[in-house]
T-cell receptor, first 109, second 117 residues
Framework: RKEVEQDPGPFNVPEGATVAFNCTYS??????FFWYRQDCRKEPKLLMS???SGNEDGRFTAQLNRASQYISLLIRDSKLSDSATYLC??????????FGKGTTLSVSS | ETGVTQTPRHLVMGMTNKKSLKCEQH?????MYWYKQSAKKPLELMFV???????ENNSVPSRFSPECPNSSHLFLHLHTLQPEDSALYLC????????????????FGEGSRLTVL
């Protein structure tokens, strides 16, 4: 099983749509979880951290299920500017961060 | 403007050349990293430095040699590379070692795009 696994997509959605991305991780000892965003030919940037209680930042909601080793990201009311690759990121059992392949989102008008 | 700068942004080299990638962070962070990003693959962690000490080498071939002279600078020395080493090499830094609980956000440079002929 890959350390961090994501559906690569692409997800093609119209503006205003709600879209959800899923991610699974293999190491049950992982403690830190994040979603990063990477625009085309740019560096990754932190979108949000993911907590067991779930957290929300505007149109973005992240959830963590430790029992299932599963992380999700929900984007509501999609904007054109949300088009990017979304990277699921998990710590390597307390050491450095490991990135998933990313899920590509394309929002069209 | 990014707090992590990488040079050169683009590099083309032959398999027998020796070159170096440079990274400098202006954020006062204590940890620095090299990641490799190839097409259709996830970012691959290469090396981790905490307080100038290498704490992780993720089974990277010896043709890649990192150097961290101080907490603000990180180099990746390249020699006798292979065409499959062509990729985007990303440097990152964090206030504290990123994998630890509460370790904090990774800040990336814009990357050095390497082509090996």
């Amino acid at each position: 099983r890959k350390e961090v696994e994501q559906d690569p997509g692409p997800f093609n959605v119209p503006e205003g749509a709600t879209v959800a991305f899923n991610c699974t991780y293999s190491n049950s000892a992982s403690q830190s979880f994040f979603w990063y965003r990477q625009d085309c030919r740019k560096e990754p940037k932190l979108l949000m951290s993911v907590y067991s209680s779930g957290n929300e930042d505007g149109r973005f909601t992240a959830q963590l299920n430790r029992a299932s080793q599963y992380i999700s990201l929900l984007i509501r009311d999609s904007k054109l500017s949300d088009s990017a690759t979304y990277l699921c990121v998990v710590d390597k059992a307390g050491t450095a961060l490991i990135f998933g392949k990313g899920t590509t989102l394309s929002v069209s008008s | 403007e990014t707090g992590v700068t990488q040079t050169p942004r683009h590099l083309v080299m032959g398999m027998t050349n020796k070159k170096s990638l440079k990274c400098e962070q202006h954020l006062g962070h204590n940890a620095m990293y090299w990641y490799k990003q190839s097409a259709k693959k996830p970012l691959e962690l290469m090396f981790v430095y905490n307080f100038k000490e290498q704490t992780e080498n993720n089974s990277v071939p010896s043709r890649f040699s990192p150097e961290c002279p101080n907490s603000s600078h990180l180099f990746l020395h390249l020699h006798t590379l292979q065409p499959e080493d062509s990729a985007l090499y990303l440097c990152a830094s964090s206030q504290e070692p990123s994998g630890r609980a509460g370790g904090g956000e990774l800040f990336f440079g814009e990357g050095s795009r390497l082509t090996v002929l």
